[in-house]
């Protein structure tokens, strides 16, 4: 080798030979597709209790039970009660939800007022507390029957006006024809169907206090007097009627 060769080349660089073949290939990366999580929305479940809360404090339910009701009173009253009277008549005029505050959260009682009477000149009303619906008014029920008073009657209306009064309520009954029908409404409606009246004229002046509506209306059906009972006060015989 000759001096010129070895000046050509420098004695610091190395000169490698690609083989074809013997080098190995550097692996190429492929990308891993790693899946994304659709994050799932799961219903909060809310308590039923605080779901009725909110709906009765908005206005968006009311408390309408009375139909449930009054498949409970049915239900609750005895078998000889039912059988023994199948002109009977019970009803449920109001239920009251009261609430009561305390550490542990909200406690709920249950009030009903129950009108009932056998279509035929008796009728009372009750009123039951309880924790649970069917158990006030099974108690206002059996109240209802402890205390019932005699209606007089005239066929199927009363003998003349008459106006009762209970605390802020007012009620006026009227006589009405035959066929007119009970023209009357809520707790009037209750008590003088129970007492078998068919045909009245009804107004409520007052107060609309369920409770005070009915005691005001048992007051007007305890100050109806018959005629016979009116003559009688007055020292009177009625004329005999005579056959024509």
Do not use: W
């Amino acid at each position: 080798m000759s001096d010129e060769t070895l000046s050509e080349t420098p004695s610091d660089e190395i000169v490698t030979e690609e083989i074809p073949g013997s080098a190995k290939e550097a692996p190429v990366e492929t990308p891993v597709e790693t899946p994304v999580e659709t994050p799932v929305e799961t219903p909060v479940e809310e308590p039923i209790a605080v779901i009725d809360e909110v709906l009765v404090e908005a206005g968006e339910v009311r408390f309408d039970k009375l139909k449930k009701a009054e498949d409970i009173l049915r239900a609750s009253a005895p078998a000889s009660f039912r059988e023994s009277s199948e002109n009977s008549f019970e009803k449920v005029v109001h239920i009251n939800r009261c609430s009561k505050v305390v550490k542990g959260g909200r406690r709920f009682s249950f009030s009903a007022l129950v009108v009932s009477g056998d279509r035929d000149g008796r009728v009372g009303f009750g009123f039951g507390k309880a924790q649970e619906v069917s158990e006030c008014i099974k108690k206002s029920s059996e109240a209802s029957k402890k205390q019932m008073i005699t209606v007089n009657k005239t066929q199927n209306t009363i003998p003349h006006p008459v106006v009762g009064e209970h605390g802020g309520a007012r009620v006026l009954l009227l006589p009405a024809s035959p066929g007119t029908g009970l023209i009357a409404g809520g707790g009037v409606r209750a008590v003088v169907e129970a007492a078998g009246i068919k045909d009245i004229l009804a107004k409520s002046m007052g107060s609309n206090n369920p409770a005070n509506v009915v005691k005001a209306t048992l007051d007007a059906l305890e100050q109806l007097r018959s005629k016979e009972q009116i003559y009688s006060v007055r020292g009177k015989r009625m004329a005999e009627k005579r056959a024509l």
